[in-house]
């Protein structure tokens, strides 16, 4: 957690603690001061779903809840299998940027605000340890009601073994297909989209 506390200092330096809601960048800002102090990786624990779900919209709230379901489900079969053990699904790795290890620094570099929609341009890097490493990566926003809502994480900077695209397109692409071996139904995940 240390290594991680200059992260929060500059988001709550930047912007006086924001919250979600008030605009994008208060929004974005408020998400990772939590996301990068907290460190943890992979599919959203009930306790993390709760923190991340007055930041992002419903849809986005759905499927990162599905997807520790979807991790269960194969943990069940691969328990049940015996050893050695598989790795389910979204068992590790940062969902909210292109790099597998949650990164060490961030900053906002431009936000663009166009009607009811915004993107959030953020540069990261790795730990200057750890090679000092830097990207860009782009969060999508959505106003709902008053509220400025993260609906996506664009993962753009293309490392061999992270992230990239869209999270939202990425989840519907894995967990809207039925696994019947594990007992996953794909509209679970097909329910998760907004009525149009």
Known sequence: ?????????????????????????????????????????????????????????????????????????????????????????????????????VPWRGLIEDVTVNGSTASVRLRFSHEPDAGGTDWHDQVELRLVGQEWLISDFRRTAGFEFGNAGSLIEGFHGVMSKDVPEVGWRGRWARGCRPNP
């Open 1 to 101: 957690m240390l290594k991680r506390f200059p992260i929060l200092v500059l988001f709550l330096a930047l912007h006086g603690g924001a919250s979600a809601g008030a605009d994008p960048r208060s929004t974005v800002m408020g998400f990772y001061a939590w996301r990068l102090t907290d460190g943890s990786t992979g599919a959203p624990t009930e306790r993390e779903a709760a923190v991340i779900r007055p930041f992002v919209t419903p849809e986005l709230a759905c499927l990162l809840t599905l997807s520790r379901r979807y991790q269960q489900a194969f943990w069940k079969r691969y328990r049940a299998a015996g050893p050695p053990y598989e790795k389910p699904p979204y068992v590790d790795g940062d969902f909210y940027s292109s790099s597998f290890e």
